[in-house]
Antibody, heavy 116, light 108 residues
Framework: EVQLVESGGGLVKPGESLRLSCAAS????????MNWVRQAPGKGLEWVGR??????????DCAAPVKGRFTISRDDSKNTLYMQMNSLKIEDTGIYYC???????WGQGTLVTVSS | SYELTQPPSVSVSPGQTARITCSGD??????AYWYQQKPRQAPVLVIY???KRPSGIPERFSGSSSGTMATLTISGAQVEDEADYYC???????????FGGGTKLTVL
């Protein structure tokens, strides 16, 4: 059974940092491009970024609102996806999901709240 | 920039056909994906590669795409299909993803 379990969310002040993790199991993680998607309270889904497999270059790309502040990485030896979030803003508040490339599997999400 | 546009809401009676559209230039060259999201739950993939249905998704869900528009069709919508639906695709370089704004489907 495929499982994605996010962790690392919490309450932080504007300008602070957080690192989210997504532990994967039940599939060959190293063969999977992975996404981060977020959802602000009462709003729609927003693509945050994704990382390719090492075979495909291992590069990560992020959406414009977070580019330069968020960094996505992966550790295939630990079957874990990460997202380092720096210089957090109030508008970064929301539930953060990790998902597989086409979204056939999602985690349950982790809540990030940025508030002074 | 690239965007996907969906109607904010669609309403049908049980047993009727619901159609949710998604328009955007990227759809002319890239696949559309559709997700169903119920309150306080993670999204669920209902259509991928324009018109393929994952295992476990009822046959009443179907997808199509033509030019710059993709359509999710729910034939004989059920009360349990009431949810938010999002389309998704990628830009021409496949380096960035984009979601539509979402459509709230009401079945009553």
């Amino acid at each position: 059974e495929v499982q994605l379990v996010e962790s690392g969310g919490g309450l932080v002040k504007p300008g602070e940092s957080l690192r989210l993790s997504c532990a994967a199991s039940g599939f060959t993680f190293s063969n999977a491009w992975m996404n981060w998607v977020r959802q602000a309270p009462g709003k729609g889904l927003e693509w945050v970024g994704r990382v390719k497999t090492k075979t495909d270059g291992g590069t990560a790309d992020c959406a414009a609102p977070v580019k330069g502040r968020f960094t996505i990485s992966r550790d295939d030896s630990k079957n874990t996806l990460y997202m380092q979030m720096n210089s957090l803003k109030i508008e970064d508040t929301g539930i953060y999901y990790c998902s597989t490339r086409i979204g056939d599997h999602w985690g349950q999400g982790t809540l990030v709240t940025v508030s002074s | 920039s690239y965007e996907l546009t969906q109607p904010p809401s669609v309403s049908v009676s049980p047993g009727q056909t619901a159609r949710i559209t998604c328009s955007g230039d990227t759809l002319a060259k890239k696949y559309a994906y559709w997700y169903q999201q119920k309150p306080r739950q993670a999204p669920v993939l209902v259509i991928y590669d324009d018109n393929k249905r994952p295992s476990g998704i009822p046959e009443r869900f179907s997808g199509s795409s033509s030019g710059t528009m993709a359509t999710l069709t729910i034939s004989g919508a059920q009360v349990e299909d009431e949810a938010d639906y999002y389309c998704y695709s990628v830009d021409s370089s496949a380096n960035h993803g984009v979601f539509g704004g979402g459509t709230k489907l009401t079945v009553l």
